[in-house]
């Protein structure tokens, strides 16, 4: 029974993509018709500033970086976005009409962002952040229409991946009860007891912006915990952290200009500086908005608060560490000497022969703060060490709309990064810069370390799901036990 329910089920998903097979080769047909159609098409139905419009609102939402693999194409699909579950690849949302969103009406794009729901009706996955889309306007997913269909260059070609989860997540029509359950699909109601600003920062952020996709945790069945916004959440390898106003928690130090300064640059003097996806972010995205813009989302992120109290005993995660030689007391220790000592030792050769060129001996970093200090800083103070781990690993690469670069070598990669570093050092120069400039109560451990490696912890989700249908089977084997023994007690009357 249980076999045959989760066999119907994957023969279900089986047939609905050979049917969405079918439908692309039809539309396929269809489109070799319409061509010369799409030839008078090419006239633009929108003005130059809708189109514009579009563009920065695309800009504002970051649609590049999820649905961008190659930088000469796009839009054009293939990124992975890596989730609990399993990779789900975002598609090509060119205005190619065989293999992107051209035949979409505007109706069937607003539902795609708003609701989640494809033109053919299947249901996207959360990794399409329409639960933080639905905020959208209605005027501004019509200028959003308006540069998708005019305003980006058609690809004619499916992404090289796609999305294969596995069971029972491949089946897409489990999110309708997901979306049922967690999509409250709400448009953006504004304040009326807050100014225009505090408005217009809440629009962006909740909606576009969409920053309660990576820092606000999730539940067992990854929704967003509303109750907990913006409180931190761990995304893959990286740890999105507490942005909430409490002084203790979040970033409640922080002034309006900072966080403006944050989202522009990428980098706050002295607190933060952004690698991993929020590097991408501001990359594409924030330092690309106007400052009037950045000046309103940070004044409504600066308004939302913890659910923690604040604890004045509690130092924040920028309160930590000073510039000390930390190395001096090694010096003269040599490498396989380090090796056999503690793990600090081994972490004070490995930042001697590694760091210490750009970060300066005592950590200090350089005047300019091109090169920042590792002291006092979010990423040396936070309890949570992914960070940490993920910007040895992965390094530091982030542009500025001025044609800045700012880039640290990745230490992680065993086949290209000039020295590559191994689990152990790792760990042991986290620990090094924990112990010297950093919150002394976190380490890490070589095993945290290859965890991150590997993209972060997987989730049981699968495994919670696959329990979820056995026991969404033993119910309807019970039903049907009952079923059939109240029959036969009918008949036996
Ligand atoms: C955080 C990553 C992310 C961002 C940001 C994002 N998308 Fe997506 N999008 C995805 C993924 C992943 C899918 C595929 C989901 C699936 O297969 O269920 C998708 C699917 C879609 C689809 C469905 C296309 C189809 O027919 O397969 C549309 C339309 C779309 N996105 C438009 C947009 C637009 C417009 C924006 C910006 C306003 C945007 N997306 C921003 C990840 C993202
Ligand atoms: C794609 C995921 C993602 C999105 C979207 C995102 N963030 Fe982040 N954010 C992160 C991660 C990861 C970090 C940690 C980066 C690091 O330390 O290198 C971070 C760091 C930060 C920090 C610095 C905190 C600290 O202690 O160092 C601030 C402030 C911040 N984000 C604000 C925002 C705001 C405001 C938005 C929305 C407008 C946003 N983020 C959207 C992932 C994201
Ligand atoms: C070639 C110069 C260079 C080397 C070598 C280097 N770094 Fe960096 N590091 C940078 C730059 C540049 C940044 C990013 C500054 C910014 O984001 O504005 C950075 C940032 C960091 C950060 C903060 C990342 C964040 O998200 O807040 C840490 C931690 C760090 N480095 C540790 C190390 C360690 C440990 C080593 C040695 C294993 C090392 N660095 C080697 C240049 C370097």
Excluded at 111 to 119: C, I, P, S
Excluded at 253 to 278: C, E, F, I, N
């Amino acid at each position: 029974m249980l076999r045959n329910t989760i066999s119907l089920l994957s023969r279900l998903s089986r047939l609905s993509r050979l049917s969405r097979l079918r439908a692309a080769r039809h539309a396929g047909v269809l489109a070799l018709g319409t061509l010369a159609a799409a030839g008078a098409a090419l006239a633009q139905n929108y003005s130059p500033e809708l189109i514009e419009k579009g563009r920065y609102l695309a800009t504002a939402s970051d649609c590049i970086a999820c649905h961008t693999a190659s930088k000469a194409q796009p839009m054009a699909g293939g990124h992975a976005i890596s989730s609990p579950v399993g990779e789900i690849v975002a598609t090509n949302i060119t205005p190619s009409k065989s293999h992107g969103i051209g035949n979409y009406s505007e109706q069937q794009f607003a539902d795609a962002l708003r609701k989640g729901v494809r033109a053919d009706g299947a249901r996207l996955y959360p990794a399409m952040p329409y639960t933080a889309f639905a905020r959208f306007t209605n005027e501004d997913v019509h200028a959003l229409y308006a540069y998708f269909m005019e305003g980006v260059a058609p690809v004619d070609a499916a992404p090289k991946a796609s999305t294969a989860l596995p069971f029972p997540m491949n089946v897409r029509a489990s999110m309708i009860g997901w979306n049922l359950l967690f999509a409250d699909g709400k448009p953006f109601e504004p304040d009326p007891a807050q100014t225009p600003e505090w408005n217009r920062g809440a629009y962006l952020a909740q909606g576009a912006g969409h920053c309660a996709t990576c820092h606000t945790p999730r539940g067992a069945l990854m929704q967003e915990l509303a109750s907990q916004s913006l409180s931190g959440a761990q995304i893959g390898a990286w740890w999105a952290p507490d942005i909430t106003n409490s002084r203790t928690h979040g970033i409640g130090s922080w002034s309006v200009d900072d966080l403006t300064r944050y989202l522009a640059t990428g980098h706050l003097p002295g607190k933060a500086q952004a690698a991993g996806p929020m590097a991408e972010a501001i990359t594409h995205s924030f330092s690309r908005l106007h400052e009037s813009d950045l000046r309103a989302i940070s004044r409504y992120i600066l308004s939302v608060s913890s659910h923690q109290p604040e604890d004045s005993a509690q130092r924040n995660r920028f309160g930590f560490g000073q510039a000390t030689d930390a190395t001096a007391g090694f010096r003269g220790t040599s490498f396989a000497e380090g090796m056999k000592q503690s793990g600090v030792a081994l972490g004070a050769q490995v930042f001697t022969a590694n760091c210490a060129s750009c970060h300066g001996a005592s950590g200090q970093g350089t005047q300019d703060g091109y090169y920042p200090a590792l002291f006092g800083k979010s990423i040396t103070g936070e309890a949570n060490p992914s960070n940490l781990i993920a910007a040895i690993l992965n390094g530091v690469d982030r542009e500025t709309p001025q044609g800045g670069h700012v880039f640290m070598p990745p230490f992680g990669d065993q086949v290209n990064a000039m020295v590559p570093l191994k689990n152990e050092e790792v760990a042991a120069v986290s620990n090094f810069l924990l112990t010297s400039y950093g919150n002394p109560a976190v380490s890490v451990t070589a095993d945290q370390v290859q965890v991150i490696r590997e993209g972060g912890a997987k989730s049981g989700l699968i495994l919670l799901a696959r329990i979820g249908m056995a026991l969404g089977a033993v119910v309807v084997l019970g039903l049907v036990m009952l079923a059939t023994k109240r029959r036969r007690a009918r008949l036996e009357r």
